[in-house]
């Protein structure tokens, strides 16, 4: 079992905008860590899925970064969210690669965190006994499921189906039709899935969700999937075409699953 660490590998950290799911458009500290454990043929983050030597740090919120050296400590990622507090944050978002695959950092970091701002984890959902651990000073989990027709693998239906029933048992509740204000600090735990679609998603894969979701306990009408219709990379898959977004949302409504699109924003506005 990984044990408690102080320093980890970190890609980068600024200040933007949430550019996808359920918070869109609220203001964050991301902290991007390196490494994945699944290699996605959609990526656009390939550039965090190995550790890298240095950590792209903003100088000033939305401006130019600077490197520093990896691994990082708490006390450095903390001197660096301390500089952005007077922007009046959402909350801070732990992304990647893959956060839980740092799970013993973040049972060093997440505490002293967690009573600055809300937490908002970016994850897989690959790794429930890592959520588990960790979970206690998570406010909001965007969990991805990741589909067979847009990653080019199998989905990992076991790992979700466990991820979602951990959820389940540590009292998150999915945003279903309420507000996506849930999950800031003193309110409910919270969580929501993404799936990103492409022309090649079909039926069955839609079904699988409902599938799974089922399979893990959670009332149908509380998980709230947004869609995201995949960004062109070279060799990935092509986005859906309107006809066949509608086909999934009905699919999805069949099931007794709220859903919505809504594509990557902060590409739209050019900003990372």
């Given at each position: ?64 970064s600077y490197a520093r ?109 309420q507000s996506s204000e ?73 099931h007794g699953l709220p ?14």
């Amino acid at each position: 079992m990984d044990v408690m660490r102080t320093e980890a590998w970190v890609n980068e950290m600024f200040t933007s905008l949430q550019g996808e799911g359920a918070y869109v458009g609220l203001p964050q500290f991301f902290i991007r860590f390196c490494e994945c454990n699944l290699r996605c043929g959609y990526c656009d983050t390939k550039y965090a899925l190995e550790k890298t030597s240095t950590c792209r740090v903003e100088m000033e919120p939305g401006g130019p970064s600077y490197a520093r050296p990896n691994p990082l400590s708490v006390d450095e990622i903390m001197a660096e969210l301390g500089d952005k507090l007077h922007l009046n944050l959402h909350s801070v978002s732990l992304t990647g690669g893959e956060p839980l695959l740092h799970v013993g950092f973040l049972e060093s970091l997440l505490p002293i965190l967690h009573e600055v701002l809300p937490v908002y984890l970016d994850t897989n959902g690959t790794l429930a006994a890592e959520l588990e651990r960790v979970a206690s000073w998570i406010d909001v989990v965007a969990m991805d499921v990741k589909l067979h027709s847009v990653t080019g693998v199998p989905m990992p239906s076991a790992k979700h189906e466990a991820f979602l029933r951990s959820l389940n048992a540590l009292g998150f509740k999915g945003l279903g039709g309420q507000s996506s204000e849930h999950g800031a600090r003193g309110q409910l735990k919270s969580f929501f899935v993404k799936i990103v679609v492409g022309e090649g998603t079909d039926d069955g894969e839609i079904d699988a969700v409902a599938t799974l979701a089922g399979s893990a306990g959670v009332p149908l009408d509380e998980v709230l999937v947004i869609l995201q219709p995949v960004a062109r990379v070279e060799g990935g898959p092509n986005p859906p075409s309107l006809e066949r977004l509608l086909r999934i949302l009905g699919r999805l409504g069949q099931h007794g699953l709220p859903a919505r699109v809504i594509p990557q924003t902060h590409k739209v506005l050019r900003v990372r």
